[in-house]
């Protein structure tokens, strides 16, 4: 069971690194990629099941903060998904949403690592 958390754990983390890469590249000239919108499943699929996993052990879980992650994870999905196919039909993606996908992705890195 380790052995898939921490493959887990790795593909979590690889999918935050599709988001913030993704919006570091394209920061000039804001646009959403495919590679973030991967990302922001790849996020939303590893954490979910990690925290299956923890339930599934019996290792203590903080549910609210699992909620906060998981309501950021969701509205990255969402920003992403939006910007993608705007940005697939050729249609101009807004700034705003752009930096949303990123900046909430890097708000729920910091929720993650800083949230005791």
């Known amino acids: 069971m380790d052995t898939l958390k921490y493959i887990l754990i790795f593909l979590h983390v690889l999918g935050a690194a599709a988001i913030v890469g993704g919006w570091f590249a394209t920061f000039k000239k804001p646009t959403v990629l495919p590679v973030q ?30 909620t906060v992650k ?34 909430m992705a890097l708000i729920n890195i910091a929720v993650a690592t800083l949230w005791n």
């Open 70 to 103: 998981l309501v950021i994870a969701i509205v990255v999905l969402v920003a992403a998904i939006i910007g993608y196919r705007k940005a697939a039909s050729g249609a101009e993606v807004p700034k705003g949403l752009a930096h949303a996908v990123g900046g």
């Open 37 to 66: 919108l991967y990302g922001a499943i790849a996020q939303l699929v590893t954490g979910l099941a990690l925290v299956g996993i923890l339930g599934a052990t019996h290792e203590p879980v903080n549910y609210f903060k699992i």
